[in-house]
């Protein structure tokens, strides 16, 4: 553009080439998880089914996150976003059973 | 037909708006406001989860009942195929990032087909609830436990706006995935400029997430009545 300061170096956008490996990797871990979920609920494990199935699902997610939408190679500014987002979504769950759970002190 | 990308008179890439420095700045505002825009949705998801926990905690027997008139293969397939998407998904950013035209093509029309089966077997899993009268409203019946079907229903509420909602993601994603198929034809992406398929590819995978969610907490309750 015409307007460019002197001396600016108009850029390209930063291209992280993730290996196939990594992709394929995270592939086959979400598939393992996906068993995981599957077998795990079909087993009584009394208290833990529910953590247990909320745990696989989390690190599914932490995982796709960071390889297949590349959170690890993004900004900082885009980070902060990111877990901005989820300190409101806990803040929101926190708050909301602070109430709910204690209401009869009982343990779910 | 109209040309490919080049660099035009001006000297500068033909798809970089002018309110951006260059092609690097323009990337990263994209990627910022996409996720920008999820934080949006990971909230609007977020509280349909919570009010969908707090009823899970206050009929816990309803609940299961519910999810086990669920068919879990069904679920744990159309898993597997919407995580074979986000790596179709993946790979079209991949090949987008080196230049390979026919690759970003190939892998966002195999990221289409495999969106699109799961539709299909959406599909055909509401179809078999409302042919159960499993559909919440006047002709919602529940006859194995009469005394839990109003709880029943409640879940069955949640389970069709929950995946009803994230359909509605999927149809939004299979549009946006014709119109990128489209441009990735007419070779439009490139190292330079393969910001539009990765923000693309983050909608998608967010998508792909919300479903990770969905499918233990619709699909596969451990009943506590059986504990």
Do not use: C
């Not at chain 1, 992280?16 to 490996?21: A, D, G, L, N, S």
């Not at chain 2, 890439?13 to 505002?29: C, S, T, V, W």
């Amino acid at each position: 553009m015409a307007d460019h300061q002197a001396g600016h170096q108009a850029h390209a956008p930063q291209v992280h080439i993730t290996p196939m490996w990594i992709y394929l990797g995270v592939f086959a871990a979400l598939s393992v998880g996906t068993i995981l979920t599957v077998v795990a609920s079909r087993l009584d494990l009394g208290m833990w089914n529910t953590p247990i199935a909320l745990i696989i699902a989390t690190i599914k997610a932490v995982l796709v996150i960071l390889f297949f939408m590349h959170a690890i190679h993004s900004t900082r500014l885009t980070w902060v976003v990111i877990i901005a987002s989820f300190l409101w979504l806990g803040t929101m769950f926190v708050l909301t059973f602070a109430d709910y759970l204690t209401r009869h002190w009982a343990i779910y | 037909m109209s040309a490919a990308p080049h660099e035009d008179a001006h000297g500068h890439h033909p798809f970089l708006q002018h309110h951006f420095e260059d092609l690097g700045q323009q990337h990263e505002a994209s990627t910022l406001a996409m996720w920008g825009f999820l934080a949006t949705e990971i909230l609007f998801f977020g509280g349909v989860l919570m009010a969908y926990w707090v009823y899970r905690i206050t009929y816990p027997e309803a609940w299961a009942l519910g999810a086990a008139q669920q068919n879990w293969k069904l679920g744990a397939a159309n898993t597997i195929v919407l995580i074979i998407s986000s790596l179709t998904m993946a790979l079209a950013v991949r090949n987008a990032q080196l230049a390979r035209r026919m690759g970003v093509v190939t892998m966002l029309v195999l990221t289409l087909i495999f969106g699109s089966i799961f539709l299909g077997i959406k599909a055909y899993e509401y179809h078999a609830h409302w042919e159960e009268h499993l559909f919440p409203g006047a002709s919602f019946q529940f006859a194995e436990n009469p005394e839990q079907a109003p709880h029943v229903q409640l879940f069955m509420v949640f389970y069709w706006s929950m995946t009803g909602l994230h359909a509605l993601h999927m149809i939004i994603g299979a549009g946006l995935l014709i119109w990128f198929i489209w441009r990735a034809w007419k070779n439009h992406f490139g190292p330079e400029y393969y910001g539009p398929v990765e923000v693309m590819g983050l909608y998608w995978h967010f998508v792909d997430i919300v479903w990770i969610f969905l499918f233990p907490f619709l699909y596969l309750i451990h009943g506590v009545h059986h504990g």
